[in-house]
């Protein structure tokens, strides 16, 4: 008895020992979450995706004989001034895309050129060019907020912020750039989604969903949104303690943002200006799933935010266990090989928001809840009354037709 009672206390301190190495990130911490929001809470207004619509259509890749693909996971969409469109693809390409042409049935196939600009060494996500410009501002999971001038015969790749000091005087690595917008002012506004450093895979690419997967199951709210400053090279903090920070979006004006809690299931709002200056507040509460990318017209006012998964039954039996044995549910998982966590359900999804009063109000939830035309959308990307769709597991670019619908 006495043998197995040492054996124990041995086991324990070799345990306690080995939890740094077993759990980098830190253990899980207490979560608020009382309930996940429900797919049978969703309106019976919503509108699926599917190509029989006649509004959804295919952006895919003219790939010539003897070619690689390059259109591999194209997470975000970005429009120039002069409409030209940009995409970022998962092995770290800048990609062009010309020469549209739709195919004659009714598959709503479009087939594209689709021409390398640069690659980076790190992970792009989302985008924007500077207005008036050929500067095109980008989120790198690795490098942070980066830049590549268009304008240029040979654009090269340029790292602008890699730290920010926060309000104790010290200097905060960002260590996962994930989403850009850009105001009328030239103000960059783009989010740090979290501490953990996206893992690179065998083939070189970087794994932002477990990472993600991660941040989700430790609940140490960590992300922020910053602003870079062009003119002077400075860069602040806006907000911080976010769960996964995600899709930043400008609203009319510029008065406003829009960003994503991925882990919340929310969109917030940042006042920028006006009365509640420096204020933070929820747009929309409780969505049915995650949300992701997020992107606002300028002609309509509307606001849209991608939406790639629902919550899995696992992790709601899971987050729904006895405290002690959640937490320490949590912490587990985060040992575990990637390749044993859960994995997303087949969907696809985005909302659109209308501005009510001094709020926001959920126009219409588009989606393909099976996953059977689209999957895991990321990005959302609106012009022309059209909203393009990026996805870092599609090989393609959906693009929704806003009018139609």
Not at 36 to 41: M, T
Not at 295 to 315: D, L
Request: glycine share 8%; net charge negative.
């Amino acid at each position: 008895m006495k043998k197995h009672f040492v054996r124990g206390i041995i086991a324990a301190v070799i345990f306690k020992r080995c939890l740094p190495t077993l759990l980098p990130y830190g253990p899980a911490k207490a979560t608020s979450i009382a309930d996940f929001p429900s797919y049978s809470d969703v309106d019976e207004s919503i509108i699926n995706l599917t190509l029989k619509s006649g509004n959804l259509k295919k952006i895919f890749e003219r790939v010539r004989e003897g070619e690689d693909p390059l259109l591999l996971g194209p997470e975000t969409v970005v429009f120039s001034d002069d409409l030209n469109m940009y995409t970022f693809s998962r092995e770290g390409r800048i990609l062009k895309l010309e020469n549209f042409t739709e195919t004659a049935d009714d598959s709503g196939t479009i087939y594209a050129d689709v021409v390398e600009i640069a690659r980076s060494v790190g992970a792009p996500l989302g985008g924007q060019f500077a207005p008036g410009s050929k500067m095109l501002y980008f989120a790198d999971a690795l490098l942070g907020l980066c830049r590549i001038d268009l304008s240029k015969e040979e654009p090269k790749i340029e790292s602008v912020v890699t730290k920010v000091q926060t309000a104790d005087g010290k200097w905060s690595p960002i260590l996962f750039a994930d989403d850009v917008d850009i105001g009328k002012s030239g103000m960059v506004y783009f989010s740090d989604a979290t501490d953990i450093v996206p893992q690179q895979n065998f083939d070189l690419t970087y794994d932002a969903l477990y990472t993600f997967k991660l941040d989700f199951l430790r609940n140490n709210a960590k992300g922020r949104i910053l602003r870079y400053n062009p003119h002077t090279g400075d860069v602040d903090v806006l907000v911080d303690g976010i769960n996964f920070s995600n899709g930043v979006a400008v609203e009319e004006g510029e008065s406003s943002l829009i960003f994503c809690e991925t882990s919340r299931f929310r969109l917030l709002r940042y006042h920028l200006a006006g009365p509640k200056q420096g204020e933070v507040e929820i747009a929309v509460d409780k969505l049915f799933g995650f949300v992701d990318g997020a992107a606002c017209s300028h002609t309509s006012g509307k606001c849209y935010a991608a939406i790639p998964s629902t919550v899995t039954t696992t992790v709601k039996l899971v987050f729904n266990l006895p405290d002690t044995l959640e937490k320490l549910s949590r912490n587990l998982m985060m040992m575990l090989p990637k390749v044993i966590l859960p994995k997303a359900d087949n969907y696809a999804g985005f909302v659109e928001l209308a501005n009510e009063g001094s709020g926001s109000k959920i126009n219409r939830i588009i989606q393909d809840p099976d996953g059977r035309d689209l999957n895991m959308i990321t990005g959302v990307t609106e012009n022309g009354g059209k909203l393009y769709l990026g996805s870092l597991s599609n090989d393609f670019i959906g693009v929704y037709d806003l009018l139609s619908s």
